[in-house]
């Protein structure tokens, strides 16, 4: 085998270095989105992503992102590459000595220093996606249920109309209770978060929810926007599909405020004769 300096790296790294195919990362959110595993794990300045059917154990999407250099972007760019639509169990398999030589400009020469520690640390990665992947399972395989039931009771025509049957036979303090609840439940924390918060005004029939925004959001753009469409997003996919929430205006608060002030104040007096 040739004996190559520390700062030796072969063409086949450099050039994948400079154009990796599978750079970028991937969020819990559109794993969730499409009732997906994700498992992702940090070793060094490297950080993988792989998205994985949780009823085949199929891998389906690999990213990764690393600041660490050529060696790294190329290891982890290939590793990538070679697990696309693969088993899980392939990822357990993976040597990452085999990894080194694919990028070999030739057999006899390593692709860089045997002094590096990139292969040690991949392979420390590896071990930690492998450990993590049956707890990712579980939380994906009781995601994918909750989604299929959601689709179902407000995309499906039999599903609506259960959904319509049961809405209907709510009372208004029931129906107030589950909106609190889910708000509470899927809202508030992250409004909270940003200084901010909402109450529930009132029931406005039995489609429409009044919301007031409280803090930060009072007035922020995202309450009309963003925001709300979150919010109204959270209740039609827990409580009732057909929901609508309407938030109050800050002038509409000011007023109704001082008209009860004026109202709660004011006595009846009969003039004397």
């Not at 970028?24 to 490297?46: H, T, Y």
């Amino acid at each position: 085998m040739s004996e190559i300096s520390e700062s030796y790296v072969s063409e086949k790294v450099k050039a994948i270095a400079r154009a990796p195919k599978y750079r970028g990362a991937i969020f819990q959110v559109e794993a969730d989105e499409r009732g997906l595993a994700l498992i992702d794990g940090k070793e060094e300045s490297l950080k993988i992503y792989i998205t994985v059917d949780p009823e085949k154990d199929q891998i389906v999407e690999t990213r990764f992102f690393t600041y660490g250099g050529p060696i790294f972007t190329a290891l982890a760019d290939t590793l990538c590459e070679r697990l696309q639509g693969k088993a899980v169990e392939y990822l357990g398999k993976t040597d990452v000595n085999q990894l080194e030589k694919e990028l070999r400009d030739d057999p006899e020469t390593p692709a860089f220093s045997t002094k590096s520690a990139e292969l040690a640390s991949l392979q420390k990665l590896i071990a930690k996606l492998i450990e993590s992947y049956p707890e990712k399972k579980a939380v994906a395989l009781a995601a994918r249920e909750t989604m299929e039931k959601v689709r179902y009771r407000t995309q499906t025509v039999e599903g609506r109309n259960e959904a319509d049957k049961e809405w209907a036979a709510l009372s208004k303090e029931e129906r107030l209770q589950r909106i609190a609840d889910c708000l509470h439940l899927n809202v508030r924390q992250a409004l909270q978060n940003d200084g901010g918060d909402l109450e529930i005004v009132e029931m406005m029939d039995d489609t429409h929810v009044k919301i007031r925004f409280q803090g930060a959001c009072n007035g922020c753009s995202a309450s009309t926007g963003g925001t709300l469409y979150y919010i109204e997003d959270q209740l039609r996919d827990n409580v009732y599909y057909n929901l609508s929430v309407i938030p109050e205006d800050a002038f509409s608060a000011a007023y109704n405020s001082y008209n009860d002030t004026v109202h709660s104040s004011a006595t009846l007096t009969t003039p004397e004769n």
